[in-house]
């Protein structure tokens, strides 16, 4: 590679890296390394990634001179960044950025290739093609690598969704029904502008297609445009798409053909010529007068605007007009502006705005225009319960799952979406769309990729102080108590409040009791664990050996009634032995509800966690473990089930082992019983014949009751109900 040729384009890939919301990491004569999506947040990371990368190799094989040959590998996943001051200078180490210096090396130059995390993450919005696997140094056996083919162009983020197959819609009547009136009102010549806000996921999108689609054919000039959060600073960008639907201008359309077509449209619609240039100007096509070229930068930007207002108008003269523009958080300015005036001005004419946006935009920009504001919350349990219905299916094994989905995305239709695919996609689910089994055992409902790098977006917005405590919340699972975050976040007080404000207006934690405690939560539990999986591992125990103290502190008079809590955080703090006292205790309680499985559940976990840890006194713990397991067992598998063997014969073996007599007593009592119920009353009165030698002289009463009722039922199951007394007894006697 001649070094003349290599300054140049490590300059132009710079600047391709930052106008695509990327940072540089490092940058040589021999290679670049660039990261999306941190420092700086970024949503759609991955396929902005992929889009650069394509752009640098066709920069590469553009080059003028020495031909340059590139390798470009992407990895997506977790990093760890420095806190430099500037964001520009920011270090970001971690896996991806290793993986993706390892794949560089791989021997297929000039060809993108991306692993199997960038392929699920960016979703729909790339074109990939699955390689053959590829030897080189490093290379993991069974790894897939993708090479990324092109990128899905011209598409809004609500085409990319609905590739896949689109739930039902459910609820959102009354969403729909102000639609309808505002329409109507637009149809009668009072213009009406109808902002949709809510958090991403909700259905912005949804109910507004739904709207539109609804319209018929000819009824109205349906126009609409999307931001993208690249979007930011460049003019125009939303308004000149609207404008190519408008002039059916396809997204890569040369510059003659496109000119071509406007200027065919405009003679076709009689549309005013005095809009011709200022219209051309913001399509970015060459302009009819000379005279344009000669007024100053603002003074053009002026007519632009006013042009697309006045052209909308008169469209609206001939028949009615829906503009629906999408995702106004991330709309440049003179876009923005555009659609403020013609909200303003629309009140007169047949038109009808629809504008979608998350809650932190500000709409200041149209507030003068007083817009019909639609607040999408989530859906109601109900809802949700339907959509759950249709994406999983009703068999009743799956009861636990419906639960776990609802809590964990709380009426968010792309959540449930999302997470189902994933359990899908990862195994855990098999089968088809709303027919699916569970394969195994489900510990936690994990955060589908796509959602994840929604939430690290937002998380990302947050300051310093407000990502702390979020970070220390998400420590907690269920209800936070107030005072114990502000301690463990331990801010000076007015920062803490602060924080804590910001968190509950960007909707991420709700207070959900006020008296005689605060108590916090998080608003989905799916961004409670996106934001816990944030935390380095070593800071995370810490944190949980923090919270576990705090909540036993706080709950002091009902431990009881927290016990699983407390287990989930012993066990995260890796307190194994604490994890099992508090896993017994809720195994129990669950017993007491005839929560049968749950309660093996967490019986068996508790046996893992003592054994897998080598605990001190592990045998001792065990056997309270398997005797409340045999009692279980015979509630949920049916008194004659072999499991409930094995869990007193090994409650025996324990004792036997510990010297521990008295729970000798219910183990073998246990065992005695099975047998009895499974037709071998002979081994049970052998048994019960054990245990009595063993109890003679301990005088405890309430043994004494047990062995008589034992002998008794054991005896008249033999055919000898008139021998009532003990065997050991009548010997002795
Ligand atoms: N009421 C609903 N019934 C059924 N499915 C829904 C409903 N609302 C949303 N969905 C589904 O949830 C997914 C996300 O919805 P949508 O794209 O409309 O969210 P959004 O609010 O526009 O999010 P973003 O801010 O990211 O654009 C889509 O697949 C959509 O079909
Ligand atoms: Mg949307």
Redesign the pocket.
Known sequence: MALDAVDPLLSRATELVQTNGGTILAASETGLTASFGAPKPL?DHAAFACRTALALRQLAAAQAGPAISICIALDTGNVVVSDAPEPDRAEVRGGPVSVAHLISQAPRPDRVIATERTHSSAGGFVTMRELAPLVFSGAKSGQKLYEVVEINRGRS??QL??E?Q???????EMQLQMLNKAWHDACDGEGQTVM?V????????????EFVGAIPCGDAENLEAGALETNLRSGFVVIRKALKELFAVGDMEASPAALDKVLAAWSARGLDQRLLDPILAIMELPTQEALWMALTGPERSRRMQQAAVALLLSLAGVRPVVLLV??L?WIDYESEAILARLAQTAGGGRILLIL???PDYDRSAFAAARPVEIR?SG?SPI?SRS?ID?LVGRDSALDGLRESLSEACRG???F???TVRNLAETGKLEGQPGRYRLTGKLDEIVVPSNIRS?IDARFERLDIDAKRVAEVASVFGGEIPLASLSRMVALPEARFDAALRSLKNADLLVEVQVFPDVLLRFKHGLIRNAISERIMATALVELHRTALAELKACYADRLEEHSERLARHAQEAQLWEEAATHLLISAQRAIKRSAYSSALEQLDLGIELLRANEVAGADEHEIDFQLAKGAALMAARGWGSRDILAAFQRAEELCQKTGDKERLFTALRGRAQYYMISGKPAAAQELASRWVSLMNGQGDPGLAIESEYMFWTNNFFLGEPAAPRPPAKRQSA
């Open positions: 949503e983020r609500w969704r609905t896949r689109l739930s039902p819609l459910v609820g959102r949709i809510g958090d991403p996921g909700l259905g912005k999108s949804r109910i507004t297609q999408e995702d958080h979608t946006c998350r999408l859906l809802e959509l249709f968010n239709a792309l449930l979406e999302e929604l």
